[in-house]
């Protein structure tokens, strides 16, 4: 399971940026033996996130990648109504 959060793209109106906040990973099988009763693994990537904001306002440079249009994980919406979204990930 993957947790992700939408944000606009300011340099581009159609673009959304996806935001990866967490993972959980939840064990089924090792070693040919059931252990799906054992705990989910999980992984907070929010963790610390008010700290690296500050940061970013310190460093040269760290706002510029952050708002970047190209950043890895987005898609662009080419058709959005009330009964139908058609979007486009990647290049092309």
Do not use: H
């Amino acid at each position: 399971e993957v947790t992700t959060r939408a944000s606009e793209r300011s340099s581009s109106p159609n673009r959304v940026g996806l935001v990866f906040e967490g993972v959980k990973l939840q064990p089924i099988e090792f070693f040919g033996q059931s252990v799906s009763s054992l705990p989910p693994l999980s992984v907070d990537f929010t963790f610390g996130q008010g700290i690296l904001d500050q940061v970013v306002s310190f460093v040269p440079g760290l706002d510029e990648l952050r708002d970047n249009e190209d950043a890895p994980g987005y898609f662009d919406v080419d058709y959005l109504d009330d009964e139908l979204l058609i979007i486009r990930q990647g290049p092309g």
